[in-house]
């Protein structure tokens, strides 16, 4: 474990975020995407940032790999597709529900048992069918069904209640509060309640980069290098079949991605380069592009990260644009060499 004590929280402020794309239509500016973006290198040291990368936000689900951690630190035996899915936004998919139900077969529980939110599918698709099945919401289905069957599961490991697992003070989520302290390197600056009931926490963009970076360059064998090597190996159990956080991974060799409500997204490599970018309007549209600016900026090669560019815009039917990430996000240009 990390030995250095956390720094101070992060002040609560408004953020100053500073435009990161723009909403191209036919050769003009129609919008602007205003955000904030870290880029770090592999020392750690912050090789870019855009807007207000200190101030103290809510990561929403970009935090789950931390959760997870947590729980593993606690004693929680997952490996594989299960811890994956332990970390995961899922979409809903049969698989997802069957993991889900394997976690609470584990801990000997049931779907009743949970504490989250009854939602239908985050699969548009899947959603689709469920309604024309007649299938109702179930909070089996629900996108964070994972997160909280294998909380359930670490609370049945360690003795602790079941019924209050939600509750700020139970010993779960002072366990899961102190590692996010400890990955992302700073206190908590606040807690408040997460959509699927959760105790969600208030952290900086920075601080997030950094866990992201944690993670990824664990020791093997560590809880922190058992999550990272299971969300990669099992990139469709973290998110969906068709997501684009499941195709990012796949994309790029040994990233470590996670995406998270209202425009957050973090990625870091197995080397600690690490990105974290918060959308400030929380549009899904220019999440990722952004983000896969950001790993070019990073060093990554712009090649495999051609696809994350955005859907385009439509125009009568036919793309006359797109979401394009501002300049200062462009790759830095390769240093000169000399002649000989």
């Known amino acids: ?104 077969e584990l801990a000997g529980l049931t779907e009743d048992d949970l504490r989250n939110v009854p939602d239908l599918p985050y699969d548009p698709v899947v959603r689709d069918a469920w309604v024309r099945e007649g299938r109702m919401p179930s909070r089996l289905a629900q996108n964070c069904s994972g997160k909280h069957a294998a909380m359930l599961y670490t609370c049945r490991l360690n003795g602790w209640s079941l019924e209050d697992y939600l509750d700020p003070a139970h010993p779960l989520q002072r366990a899961i509060a102190g590692t996010v302290e400890d990955l992302t390197g700073q206190r908590v600056a606040h807690v408040t309640v997460d959509g699927c009931g959760a105790p969600l926490f208030a952290v900086s963009l920075h601080g997030l980069a950094r866990a992201a970076a944690r993670l990824t360059t664990a020791a093997p064998g560590t809880p922190e290098a058992r999550v990272a090597g299971a969300m990669r190996e099992h990139a469709e159990m973290a998110s969906g079949s068709g997501r684009d956080v499941a195709a990012l991974m796949r994309a790029v060799p040994g990233l470590l991605a996670k995406d998270g409500f209202e425009g957050v997204q973090m990625a870091a490599l197995p080397d600690g380069r690490a990105v974290a970018v918060k959308i400030a309007d929380g549009a899904n549209r220019a999440r990722i592009p952004v983000a896969a600016a950001a790993l070019a900026r990073a060093g990554v090669d712009p090649a495999p990260l051609a696809e994350f560019a955005g859907e385009p815009l439509l125009g009568g039917g036919e793309p006359v644009g797109r979401v394009r990430p501002v300049r200062a996000l462009a790759p830095a240009p390769a240093p000169l060499t000399a002649c000989v």
């Not at 720094?7 to 500016?29: K, T």
């Not at 630190?73 to 394997?102: I, K, Q, W, Y």
């Open 1 to 104: 474990m990390h030995s250095s004590s956390p720094a101070e929280a992060p002040l609560v402020r408004e953020p100053l975020h500073a435009p990161v794309a723009h909403v191209i239509r036919g050769s003009v500016i129609e919008g602007i995407h205003y955000g904030s973006v870290v880029v770090l290198g592999a020392d750690g040291h912050v090789g870019l940032q855009l807007g207000d990368i200190e101030a103290a936000f809510f990561p929403r689900s970009a935090l789950k790999p931390l959760q997870a951690v947590a729980m593993v630190r606690a004693g929680l035996p997952l490996d594989g597709d299960l811890l994956s899915l332990a970390a995961a936004s899922h979409s809903g998919e049969e698989r997802h529900l069957a993991g889900a139900r394997r976690i609470l």
